[in-house]
């Protein structure tokens, strides 16, 4: 009967809606509440409860990745600048720059690293290299004035780095030796201004008179240092520092006749001839025997054209000048003068008008020459005139089979080492002029084979100039060259006939 009774209640359907459930012994252990899941439940329902955020859509998110992307980009244009990243296209370093860059570092000296940057002056290390120069060159003049140990030594080595790296070192040993000097005796300024004048008379350059001037200014013996640096300057005409140097030693020595003598003469150098005659004068009065002064104020009251002859960066001394009146260039010359060993010549006055003023010179086989135009105002004029060798038309050595059969060819100038030939066309023989300039072309040796077709029967001007570096040492007259028609005889080849 229990066991029935089990089976019944094991067997039962479960209640409906409604029914009340089977409270057996299970169903009531089961039914009894457990801490933990209703502790879980508790939170779950206090985490349902929060707020959330709401949730994002397919294209915020295409947003935030488009931001980042744009974020990386932009770091990655500021950053690639500065990361140190070899160009595809780098040039190659030249191996000979790098050896003599080498051999610069080896040296370390101021000659070595002079000579790499002249030799380089646009090479891949330039910048490197002019940086050991001033390093170099720094040390160099700290181990001079270190040997020297003086105060003008320190003091010059501090004015050529006023950065230097030994700055601290030259400005403490400079305080102890200026000390030592204090705790000296003062010595006596004559002696010591005579025995400094005495050693700049031996050397007589124009460091040693700008050095004695810096050390002893405004005594007895700067006058005379003051003339002899002038007369230095004006010897090298720098006329300009020359007329500084006389003038401060007629500020010091105003009753000096000779000191007022060379400061004429500067003067009259630099074109200012009536303060020369200022300077003349005030010579004569102080001594009125000086025959050099009367005949340089005789000279400078009747001088109104002074010029200077030069060839190829040099004086030309002995060479005849001639000035004519423009229209007589050919006739006999006005006025005649010849330069003296600096090259320079004066004239007597000239009439305000328009000359033509010819230089000539003849040294040896070289003959040099020169014209130039001259428009006087009525004030001095200054001219410096270019000589130049005169280039004259040689006969041209026969041609060479297959060669060009004309051939341009002129007589060597000694020195030349390049020659510039321009080509003229005259257009046809006895028609109307038609001038128009065929070419310009450089050579290195007197003459020129001609590879080109020139047109029958025109009449062709050539003319030469020979240079030596920039400077043109030598030019030609206008050379004739005439082609021949086509049915007339064959001339012999190269010849030209001159028409200055």
Not at 244 to 254: K, T, V, W
Not at 348 to 366: F, I
Not at 397 to 415: H, I, Y
Not at 446 to 457: D, F, H, N, V
Request: hydrophobic residues 40%; charged residues 25%; aromatic residues 8%.
């Amino acid at each position: 009967m229990p066991r029935r009774k089990a089976a019944e209640g094991k067997n039962k359907p479960p209640p409906q809606h409604g029914q009340p459930r089977w409270t057996g012994p299970a169903a009531l252990a089961a039914a009894a509440p457990d801490p933990k899941t209703e502790m879980f439940a508790a939170l779950q329902l206090e985490h349902d409860g929060r707020p959330r955020p709401p949730a994002r859509n397919r294209r915020d998110r295409v947003r935030l990745w488009a931001l980042g992307a744009a974020l990386v980009l932009l770091a990655m244009a500021f950053a690639l600048p500065w990361l140190p990243l070899a160009p595809s296209d780098a040039t190659p370093i030249d191996p000979d720059e790098k050896d003599a860059f080498s051999r610069a570092v080896r040296g370390a000296s101021p000659a070595a690293w002079r000579e790499f940057l002249e030799r380089y002056p646009q090479g891949q290390f330039e910048q490197e290299a002019q940086r050991f120069y001033e390093l170099a060159r720094e040390r160099s003049d700290f181990q001079a004035a270190r040997s020297e140990d003086r105060i003008g030594g320190w003091s010059r080595f501090l004015e050529l780095h006023p950065a230097s790296t030994y700055r601290t070192y030259v400005e403490q040993r400079l305080e102890q030796l200026r000390a030592e000097r204090a705790r000296q005796p003062a010595p006596d300024p004559f002696r010591s201004a005579a025995l400094a004048y005495s050693a700049a008379s031996q050397a007589n350059t124009e460091a040693a008179w700008r050095d004695f001037l810096a050390q002893h200014r405004d005594n007895a013996y700067s006058f005379a240092a003051y003339n002899n640096l002038g007369a230095l300057l004006y010897g090298e005409s720098d006329f300009a520092a020359a007329h500084d140097a006389f003038a401060s030693a007629a500020r010091l020595a105003p009753d000096n006749p000779r000191v007022q003598y060379n400061l004429g003469n500067t003067l009259l150098a630099l074109g200012r001839i009536e303060q020369a005659q200022e300077a003349y004068q005030a010579a004569l009065a102080l001594d009125p025997a000086y025959a050099a002064a009367q005949e340089a104020l005789e000279q400078a009251s009747a001088t109104r054209f002074t010029g200077r002859l030069m060839w190829d960066g040099e004086p030309v001394a002995g060479a005849e000048v001639e000035v004519l009146p423009d229209g007589a260039v050919r006739g006999r010359p006005a006025l005649a003068a010849r330069s003296d060993a600096n090259g320079r010549f004066r004239l007597p006055e000239l009439a305000p008008g328009e000359y033509t003023v010819r230089a000539r010179m003849q040294r040896g086989e070289l003959v040099l020459s020169g014209a130039q135009s001259l428009v006087v105002r009525g004030q001095w004029t200054p001219l410096l005139m270019e000589l130049q060798q005169r280039i004259e038309p040689a006969p041209a050595p026969e041609p060479q089979a297959g060669e060009p059969a004309t051939v341009l060819a002129w007589s060597p100038v000694e020195g030349a080492d390049h020659y510039i030939i321009d080509l003229y066309d005259f257009g046809f023989i006895g028609g109307p002029s038609q001038v128009q300039s065929v070419f310009q072309q450089q050579v290195e040796d007197p003459q020129l084979r001609l590879r080109r077709e020139l047109a029958p029967g025109h009449e062709y001007r050539w003319r030469v100039r020979a240079y030596r570096g920039s400077n043109l040492i030598g030019i030609s007259g206008s050379i004739l060259l005439r082609t021949r028609r086509a049915g007339e005889p064959v001339a012999a080849p190269g010849r030209a006939g001159a028409d200055g």
